[in-house]
């Protein structure tokens, strides 16, 4: 089962004692070449999702079926095992278990159901969080939903900037003792945070995003993080290229004296075009002598 294999993957990662920065994708492009360079793993952050499919920022806007039918085209188009976030799971928890469904479904390694309050609350400007015990809920739910017990699933919080240090080490403990498969761990803003959150549990680590002095590989492995997100630098990437190419269109440039294009070479590698060229020649009798 190629799905299988793509979470055994992704569980070796969690498994192993090193620490992987995975590859921000969004689309079957994006995946083939992160796949091409040899990222580990893939990335499919909220942020992004909601941009590469609605262009809209990222308030919870992007609905379960667009989620999913975006990590259905990345799974057909490459093996690389991704992993998710499925926000707040689209709802109550027993919205989240039909997440964990669609996106397995769908072919993803991995997923994150996150404690935060979504979409965010009337009146109330500031990003809040469920109580502890809804997000037990949601991560029971989300266990109870998983057809495939190697589906990785991760319980998400980001109390430690929001409620602080001593609520996130409580919400993480919870959902360790449920049976969540690692935690996913936002706002921690210095070692002294990591360090606490790491001696007071068990499960491997993920990091979305950190200061300066949290980069070093060989720190992260001492905490036990095995995944350490760095951010969607190639959506942001490409989005500049694509204003830069259209405004020197728009302006009266030449299509031959564009510059930062992708060569002939690099679309067709992107494509497959090898791959489908062999097809054609196989099942439609193409390209013989």
């Given amino acids: 089962m190629a799905f299988r294999q793509r979470?055994?993957?992704?569980?070796?990662i969690l498994t192993g004692s090193s620490c992987v920065r995975p590859g921000s994708v969004y689309?079957?492009?994006s995946i083939r070449i992160a796949e091409d360079l040899g990222f580990e793993l893939g990335m499919f952050g909220g942020s992004v999702a909601s941009l590469a499919v609605l262009g809209d920022p990222d308030i919870a806007l992007i609905t379960l079926t667009e989620l999913a039918e975006q990590m259905r085209r990345m799974s057909r188009?490459?093996?690389?095992?991704?992993?998710v976030d499925a926000d707040h799971g689209y709802g109550n928890a027993l919205n989240v278990r039909r997440t964990v469904q669609e996106l397995e479904a769908a072919g993803a390694a991995g997923l994150t159901i996150e404690d935060t309050l979504l979409p965010q609350a009337f009146g109330q400007a500031k990003t809040q969080l469920i109580p502890l015990e809804e997000?037990?809920?949601?991560?029971?739910?989300?266990?109870?939903?998983?057809?495939?017990?190697?589906?990785?699933?991760?319980?998400?919080?980001?109390?430690?900037?929001?409620?602080?240090?001593?609520?996130?080490?409580?919400?993480?403990?919870?959902?360790?003792?449920?049976?969540?498969?690692?935690?996913?761990?936002?706002?921690?803003?210095?070692r002294g945070e990591l360090e606490a959150v790491s001696a007071a549990t068990s499960l491997p680590i993920v990091l979305g995003g950190a200061a300066e002095d949290m980069t070093a590989l060989d720190y992260l492995e001492s905490q036990r993080v095995r995944i350490a997100l760095q951010g969607h630098?190639?959506?942001?990437?490409?989005?500049?290229?694509?204003?830069?190419?259209?405004?020197?269109?728009?302006?009266?440039?030449?299509?031959?004296?564009l510059k930062g294009l992708a060569s002939s070479e690099l679309t067709g590698r992107a494509m497959r075009e090898a791959d489908v060229k062999a097809r054609s020649g196989a099942f439609l009798g193409l390209n013989k002598p």
């Fill in 7 to 12: 979470r055994e993957k992704l569980r070796s």
């Fill in 27 to 29: 689309d079957a492009t």
């Fill in 77 to 83: 188009a490459a093996a690389l095992p991704v992993l």
């Fill in 135 to 190: 997000g037990v809920g949601k991560m029971k739910a989300a266990l109870d939903g998983r057809g495939d017990p190697s589906l990785v699933v991760m319980g998400r919080t980001g109390a430690v900037s929001i409620t602080g240090l001593d609520d996130a080490i409580a919400r993480a403990k919870a959902y360790e003792a449920i049976g969540v498969d690692a935690l996913f761990f936002t706002g921690i803003k210095n």
């Fill in 233 to 257: 630098a190639p959506f942001a990437a490409a989005t500049q290229a694509v204003y830069e190419t259209l405004k020197a269109l728009r302006e009266g440039g030449s299509p031959k004296n």
